[in-house]
């Protein structure tokens, strides 16, 4: 069973560019979650997508955005890129965006803003 | 006050010894517990989850839920130096809501 991809593994950006990174859920899974991790800042929230609508967003500025697509898979788009967005970004997709199913994550995005 | 709390360690145990790891959380409708482990330059597995009081055990990890004192603890028998990583605590509301992790605590493990 193939797990969550994140695509692509790596990217450098310019600063003011915009960017989109690629989620697949694990086959099933129905909900799929984004979080910046950062050493100072741990994970943090961004947005969950439950059959293609947003359930949950964190507190992230408008630059920030996501979608789902019908067959479960996101997209995360960074627009207006500064330097501060450099993290890895994380997507975990769960059966179901209530309570008792854990989340699976993908191996992330290293996102460099130069 | 930050809605999960760990210490960030590093907490330091020889191999052999239990590790306790610790985790509070502020939300008192919280519903479901998981702890994750994540390596250096990987992404968080999934380890644990609780969703009741009383522990649950897998292995030679053990889950405790006290929902009381807002309080969830992983405890890690016959640590091994393979087990030295960060231990991050997430907790999720009823429903719709986000799971939110700590910051995660450092564990080493020497020979």
């Known amino acids: 069973k193939a797990g969550v991809t994140q695509t692509p593994r790596y990217l450098i950006k310019t600063r003011g560019q915009q960017v989109t990174l690629s989620c697949s859920p694990i086959?099933?899974?129905?909900?799929v979650s984004w979080y910046q991790q950062t050493p100072g800042q741990g994970l943090q929230f961004l947005f969950e997508?439950?059959?293609?609508?947003?359930?949950n967003k964190g507190n992230f500025p408008g630059r920030f955005s996501g979608r789902q697509f019908s067959n479960s898979r996101s997209e995360m788009n960074v627009s207006t890129l500064e330097l501060g967005d450099s993290a890895l970004y994380l997507c975990a997709s769960s059966l179901s965006s209530t309570d008792n199913y854990g989340y699976t994550f993908g191996s992330g995005t290293r996102l460099t803003v130069v | 006050q930050k809605e999960v709390e760990q210490n960030s360690g590093p907490l330091s145990v020889p191999e052999g010894a239990i590790a306790s790891l610790n985790c509070t959380y502020s939300d008192r409708g919280s519903q479901s517990f998981f702890w994750y482990r994540q390596y250096s330059g990987k992404s968080p597995e999934l380890i644990m989850s609780i969703y009741s009081n009383g522990d649950k055990e897998d292995g030679r990890f053990t889950a405790q839920l006290n929902k009381a004192s807002q309080y969830v603890s992983l405890l890690i028998r016959d640590s091994q130096p393979s087990d030295s990583a960060t231990y991050l605590c997430a907790v999720k509301g009823r429903g719709f809501q986000k799971l939110v992790f700590g910051t995660g605590t450092r564990l080493l493990v020497s020979p």
């Open positions: 997508y439950f059959s293609e609508t947003q359930r």
């Open positions: 086959s099933g899974h129905r909900s």
